[in-house]
């Protein structure tokens, strides 16, 4: 490919990453390799970085530096309500929503006869456990709009009916759309137009 | 973003790569926690490699390992003909349609009035330079069909007129196409169907 051994490697290894391709990781190593200083050594230093000290949060499964993560732990999002899920990018994306003071619970995945996903494949079990151990009152399903995604959600709810208030992301979520597409505006639309199950 | 320092470190550098968003480097980042041991570690490692070993052929403007890349170095692609790209991706490009035995000569881009990019900006001098000292009877002139690679074009074909025989690449290059874009079938066909200038 470029006639050298440890180039190649790093481009092979660039084109795994979602969202590169071929083509798009040797423009990007050719890229890096201009910006040894600026980009290549940061970027190297970052990933040693966080390969050495990135794990899931034992309580929530959220990526974070420490066995409990920093949400997890702290004593300013206690507020009783759990917002519930998919994965760690949709944590993120109401993150950035700002809207959202309690804790989070990440499933790890959605149920899917398809591809044997069971509830003890992901966090369900774990979830059961935190309503009762944290006091929650409140747990918003804001899963995807999908049709696995909504499986998940009728699960929980006959799951937890009646130990807990039970809503989901309401009025904004389009048909058959992923949380982390959307902009922060309508997060917080269906966050506050949240609906009773 | 993540609500992690190291985390969100390394997902603003990963934005900085070239077809990479602020969302497919969170994308990117997540998959990269996943897979630690496959993927994250190894790319880690590559990436310090060729951060301490890349370096500018200092012949023909390649980027390899050694001060005198592999195919300079290589007697067997002595054939006295010079090959004109503008950047490396264009040279890897060649080099995959395997069509091509001669060297290489990479401009670093193209003469451009408006971003003040003049000859010496361009590895045009050290051109003239090879011409002579490898013993150079064929210069193909493999530019991108952009104004800019078509104005540089003309540009070498005259500093060079009278001393050797020029060339470019001809049939199947789409006007306004790169080289980089091109399948390998196509840049074998413009090669062979090359015509004087
Ligand atoms: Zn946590
Ligand atoms: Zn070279």
């Keep these: 490919m470029s006639s050298n051994s440890e180039i190649d490697a790093l481009i092979d290894l660039m084109a795994k990453l979602p969202g590169l391709g071929p083509r798009s990781a040797r423009r990007a190593v050719l890229h890096l390799i201009r910006k040894r200083a600026l980009l290549l050594t940061p ?5 040693q970085q966080v390969a050495a000290t990135a794990r899931e949060c034992l309580n929530c499964g959220n990526v974070g530096t420490t066995d409990i993560c920093d949400i997890c732990n702290s004593e300013d999002r ?3 309500e759990l917002c519930v899920v998919e994965d760690v990018a949709d944590l993120w994306a109401m993150e950035r929503a700002g809207v959202f003071k309690g804790r989070y619970h990440v499933l790890g995945g959605t149920l899917s006869a398809l591809d044997g996903v069971g509830p003890d494949d992901l966090r369900i079990p774990r979830l059961r456990d935190r309503v009762t151990a944290e006091n929650i009152t409140e747990v918003i399903l804001a899963l995807n709009a999908t049709v696995d995604g909504q499986t998940t959600a009728h699960y929980i709810a006959d799951q937890l009916e009646g130990q807990v208030r039970l809503t989901s992301l309401a009025q904004g979520v389009p048909i058959g759309g992923e949380l982390d597409y959307l902009d922060d505006g ?12």
Excluded: V
């Design 43 to 47: 970027l190297s230093d970052a990933m």
């Design 186 to 197: 309508t997060i917080t639309a269906a966050l506050r137009a949240r609906k009773e199950l």
């Design 78 to 80: 206690a507020t009783g």
